[in-house]
């Protein structure tokens, strides 16, 4: 047992670290915010922000989906620039933010596969373009080679999907006693450290307000259970075969400064997705419509203008 654990376990055991979760009629109160919606779909109570829901056919349709630990509320800037031309629909993936936990405990990609159309159905979507980050890309591109005809475009924010140190394909990773404790333990401090790496400046984009709800939307009733439940379910399939099915035109944009999923995993996308190309931003990190939205937006709307 390291020094670490045994000082963790002592903290707990007096009650120091002890983070219960926040009630979840506060949590609602302070970000479901104009627009919101909660949608019973699949078993969940999924929440929803939808730019124009009577906008019908003619708008095209942008879906977006947050990287892991994150929340709807990651897209802001982008969502506000792209709702001039798109319909902006954003959710909350099951086990996050004001989604919380899926009652039926299921967070397989399969399963998030089968919500996007249903949700894409329940909007009234025949086609979209899906945008994702992170885990969200790699559930952007798995839906793209799964419902390809429901699929406009991609775009994938430096996308999760190819093995890398501690994760292996067909088998789940382990996830550490110390990563569990979070369930108990989890003050404001350590996940702002835990943050800080995603960012290539994080003092120049971590503000209180950011840490604060980053950190109290982890609190939500259920979604540190429902993160862990994620991450002992993780099925990782070799891309290659999938991504050569996908025919969307395709964005990959990347932070050059990722310490998260490195630009150099680009050229695995490149390799295989038909019709990919690469846009890097200088001296960004890993989530770049936080760290540089108006750059990252900017590449987005250009790819989004171009004619099919």
């Known amino acids: 047992m390291t020094l670490a654990l045994l000082l ?9 670290l002890w983070t ?3 009630p979840r009629a506060e949590l609602e109160a302070r970000y479901a915010g104009p627009g919101s919606e909660f949608v019973e779909l ?4 999924l929440h929803v922000r939808d730019s124009a829901p009577q906008a019908g056919s003619e708008r095209p349709v942008v879906l977006m989906l947050h990287g892991f630990g994150s929340s709807l509320h990651t897209w802001e800037a982008w969502a506000t620039g792209l709702a001039a031309t798109h319909r902006v629909i954003r959710i909350d993936l ?8 899926d009652p039926n405990g299921d967070y397989s990609d399969e399963r998030g596969i089968a919500l996007l159309s249903a949700l894409l159905t329940q909007r009234g979507v025949a086609r979209a373009t ?5 885990m969200g890309g790699r559930l952007a591109w798995r839906y793209a080679a799964a419902e390809p005809a429901r699929v406009d475009r991609l775009v994938l924010v430096a996308p999760d999907g190819f093995a890398s140190p501690g994760f292996e394909y067909g088998k789940a990773p382990e996830v550490g006693v110390v990563a569990k404790a979070m369930q108990f333990a989890l003050p404001k401090a350590v996940l702002r450290w835990s943050l800080a790496p995603a960012y290539a400046d994080p003092d120049a984009v971590m503000s209180e ?7 109290a939307l982890m609190l939500a009733p259920g979604v540190r259970p429902a993160i862990i439940a994620r ?11 999938l991504l050569r099915t996908i025919p969307a035109p395709t964005l990959l944009l990347w932070g050059e400064a990722d310490r998260m999923i ?10 295989d997705l038909p019709q990919a190309r690469l846009v890097v931003l200088p001296g960004v990190g890993h989530v770049p419509h936080e760290e540089a939205p108006a750059a990252g937006l900017a590449a987005v709307q250009a790819f989004l203008a171009e004619a099919r």
């Open 130 to 134: 899906v945008l994702g980050h992170s």
């Open 42 to 45: 699949m078993g969940l109570r």
């Open 209 to 215: 307000a950011l840490v604060t709800r980053y950190h």
């Open 94 to 101: 099951p086990g996050a933010g004001l989604t919380g936990a």
């Open 231 to 241: 991450l002992q379910q993780l099925n990782l399939l070799p891309p290659p075969p």
């Open 8 to 16: 963790l376990l002592a903290l707990l055991g007096g009650g120091w």
């Open 20 to 22: 219960p979760d926040l």
């Open 262 to 271: 490195p630009v150099a995993n680009a050229q695995d996308y490149l390799r």
